[in-house]
């Protein structure tokens, strides 16, 4: 059995796809298999573009219909025993000795999640970890130079312990596409499970692969639905009553600002839809809370040291007004 295994979820064969296998085939590190799950795309193991090294090490699990990235991600965390785990995207590529620096890191703290430097070519920043503001806003792109701080590791590449990925339930799975590193790393450190950067390890995310041919007003739609279910779930009552509707306000004005700006009211039914489905999934939403409030050893305060206290989304309405 491989001590490491790489899960790669995928929207199906593409040149980002081969080029992210051809960057592991090249690395230092050895004792690793790979697990390709393809969401919603029939594929077969003759659609990858690897040497002969590499797929031998290569499983595919193909779904009919695509499930999400958190989906596609426990699927095949649930398919391996390898004792570590690293998720990548498929528009990733690593350096040479990423897995191997990664290993050393997960070896030495078990109960952490860490993430190598990656540098984000669509938001041209290169970052140890990611922003996230007490009212839930995060995003390299659309926040750029707004957020501070390293809140929680990408999803782009982040690498845990199976024990600790276990313990933390995996992905939320509802939260189908944006938010689920978000609310991974946020768990993660309400349960006094370290959120850090693996600072010898390097990769490169090209970004936007799974969302490129998405409407802007759609991705607003899934990005604060979804902030919204990770605040309720990761808040205790107190900071839910002090930030969630600050939070919805802000979502509002957004929505407000951009229906303007784009001249479409798409962004305004974004924002009241994504406050519907919250309405609609609020029994499971609580549910969930339930489980994650109950286990947590660390307080609201504590986690907040490490997000940004100023608004991302305040920062962002300065920019287009200035």
Not at 24 to 51: C, H, P, W, Y
Request: net charge positive; hydrophobic share 40%.
């Amino acid at each position: 059995m491989p001590i490491v295994t790489v899960i790669i979820p995928t929207l199906g064969s593409s040149p980002a796809l081969d080029k992210c296998l051809s960057s592991l085939s090249k690395q230092t590190f050895s004792d690793f298999d790979v697990i390709v799950v393809s969401n919603g795309i029939a594929m077969s193991e003759r659609d990858l573009t690897v040497s002969c090294e590499l797929r031998s090490k290569i499983r595919l699990i193909v779904s009919e219909r695509n499930c999400g990235y958190g989906w596609a991600c426990n699927m095949g965390a649930r398919a391996t025993n390898a004792p570590f785990l690293v998720f990548l995207n498929d528009d990733t590529y690593l350096e040479d000795n990423c897995l191997s620096e990664l290993y050393k890191s997960m070896s030495a703290q078990k109960n952490a999640v860490f993430q190598p430097i990656i540098r984000h070519v669509y938001a041209g920043q290169t970052r140890a970890g990611n922003p996230c503001d007490i009212f839930g806003a995060t995003g390299l792109a659309f926040y750029a130079n707004c957020g501070t701080g390293d809140f929680y590791a990408s999803g782009a590449s982040l690498a845990i312990s199976k024990n600790s990925f276990d313990s933390l339930g995996g992905f939320d799975e509802k939260l189908f596409l944006y938010y689920d590193d978000v609310d991974l790393g946020w768990r993660a450190r309400l349960l006094g499970i370290e959120v850090s950067a693996a600072g010898a390890a390097f990769c490169v995310h090209s970004g936007g692969a799974s969302s490129r041919d998405m409407p802007h007003a759609q991705k607003f739609y899934f990005t604060q639905r979804n902030r919204i279910r990770v605040l309720i779930k990761d808040y205790s009552s107190r900071r839910i009553v002090a930030r969630v509707p600050l939070a919805g306000c802000l979502i509002l004005a957004g929505a407000f600002f951009f229906a303007i700006k784009a001249r479409s009211s798409a962004y305004f039914r974004g924002a009241l839809k994504a406050l519907v489905w919250n309405m609609i999934a609020l029994r499971d939403t609580l549910a969930c809370r339930y489980v994650i409030q109950r286990g947590r050893i660390e307080s609201d305060s504590e986690i907040e040291k490490a997000m940004c206290k100023d608004s991302m989304d305040l920062c962002v309405f300065k920019r287009y007004l200035a």
